[in-house]
């Protein structure tokens, strides 16, 4: 993967400095300038089908000046010997995120699932689902849970890619293959034979064994396609619960996940990759 730019948007809480480690190394990693993006959320109007009322005291001026200022502090301490600028901007948090992405060449997103400080509401599940929804460009997201994931390191040791062996499957897991060379990190392949297909302990033993092999001779031949030879483990239950328990196995520092389908209509790969950000217990790059 290719990391020019990255855009880090901070509320100022706990969650945006937990990550904030995390962003310093990859931009480390790919000498990589970071942009550190504020939104006020205006409030909201006070009768449906009006104009949003600004309060008469509310200085958009001042306030973004204080804003940036703080953003310069925060870069300053969390991301020191790294190229940073700030944006300050008002509107609804999502769509400035995504817009300003596309518009400045953004290659990566950082994003908290969850933010708790004085400016929570800019980046809540809702927010952040929208930004997976809308962004074409790769999102990095935290470990869902309220504290820090304590088995991810800034720079990752062991990285999980839950691919299904279908059309989507070789640009992310060339994505994975990447970031494991360009890390140093080992890399295993996770996959699910979904409750769609088969209902665990519903079925036969003999034709759970055979849908796992089935599966991984799938992925076998997509690792022989992209010159791979990691390990592979398939799991018969729901995608986010496998992904899961085999991050919490490996002791995974991250998960790579595709989300190509995203941008379908009611796509089962969106579903999954909401529900594998939820349920991760270390941070997910969907690409």
């Given at each position: 993967?290719?990391?020019?730019?990255?855009?880090?948007?901070?509320?100022?809480?706990?969650?945006?400095?937990?990550?904030a480690p995390f962003v310093l190394s990859m931009a480390q990693r790919h000498k990589a300038?970071?942009?550190?993006?504020?939104?006020?959320?205006?409030?909201?109007?006070?009768?449906?089908?009006?104009?949003?009322?600004?309060?008469?005291?509310?200085?958009?001026?001042?306030?973004?000046?204080?804003?940036?200022?703080?953003?310069?502090?925060?870069?300053?301490?969390?991301?020191?010997?790294?190229?940073?600028?700030?944006?300050?901007?008002?509107?609804?948090?999502?769509?400035?995120?995504?817009?300003?992405?596309?518009?400045?060449?953004?290659?990566?997103?950082?994003?908290?699932?969850?933010?708790?400080?004085?400016?929570?509401?800019?980046?809540?599940?809702?927010?952040?689902?929208?930004?997976?929804?809308?962004?074409?460009?790769?999102?990095?997201?935290?470990?869902?849970?309220?504290?820090?994931?304590?088995?991810?390191?800034?720079?990752?040791?062991?990285?999980?890619?839950?691919?299904?062996?279908?059309?989507?499957?070789?640009?992310?897991?060339?994505?994975?293959?990447?970031?494991?060379?360009?890390?140093?990190?080992?890399?295993?392949?996770?996959?699910?034979?979904?409750?769609?297909?088969?209902?665990?302990?519903?079925?036969?033993?003999?034709?759970?064994?055979?849908?796992?092999?089935?599966?991984?001779?799938?992925?076998?031949?997509?690792?022989?396609?992209?010159?791979?030879?990691?390990?592979?483990?398939?799991?018969?239950?729901?995608?986010?619960?496998?992904?899961r328990d085999a991050a919490i196995a490996k002791?995974?520092?991250?998960?790579?996940?595709?989300?190509?389908?995203?941008?379908?209509?009611?796509?089962?790969?969106?579903?999954?990759?909401?529900?594998?950000?939820?349920?991760?217990?270390?941070?997910?790059?969907?690409?």
């Amino acid at each position: 993967m290719t990391i020019r730019r990255i855009l880090f948007p901070v509320d100022f809480s706990e969650r945006s400095r937990a990550i904030a480690p995390f962003v310093l190394s990859m931009a480390q990693r790919h000498k990589a300038a970071v942009v550190l993006m504020n939104v006020i959320q205006p409030p909201p109007p006070l009768y449906g089908g009006m104009d949003t009322v600004y309060p008469e005291s509310f200085d958009y001026t001042e306030n973004s000046n204080v804003l940036r200022q703080e953003l310069d502090k925060f870069g300053a301490t969390e991301l020191p010997k790294i190229e940073v600028s700030c944006v300050v901007d008002i509107g609804d948090p999502a769509s400035l995120i995504v817009d300003y992405a596309h518009a400045n060449g953004i290659d990566l997103i950082a994003i908290p699932t969850h933010g708790y400080g004085a400016f929570r509401r800019a980046l809540l599940g809702s927010v952040t689902a929208k930004i997976l929804h809308d962004a074409k460009v790769p999102v990095w997201t935290s470990a869902h849970a309220p504290e820090a994931s304590h088995r991810a390191h800034p720079q990752p040791r062991h990285i999980l890619v839950a691919i299904d062996p279908d059309k989507d499957a070789r640009q992310t897991l060339d994505a994975a293959l990447a970031i494991a060379r360009e890390s140093g990190a080992s890399l295993d392949i996770v996959s699910a034979v979904t409750e769609g297909v088969i209902a665990p302990g519903m079925a036969d033993r003999d034709l759970e064994d055979l849908l796992i092999a089935g599966t991984k001779e799938l992925l076998a031949k997509l690792q022989f396609e992209a010159g791979s030879n990691v390990g592979v483990i398939v799991k018969i239950g729901g995608p986010a619960n496998a992904v899961r328990d085999a991050a919490i196995a490996k002791r995974a520092d991250l998960v790579v996940a595709g989300r190509g389908s995203v941008h379908g209509i009611l796509g089962r790969l969106r579903a999954n990759s909401y529900a594998i950000i939820r349920e991760s217990p270390c941070p997910v790059l969907s690409v």
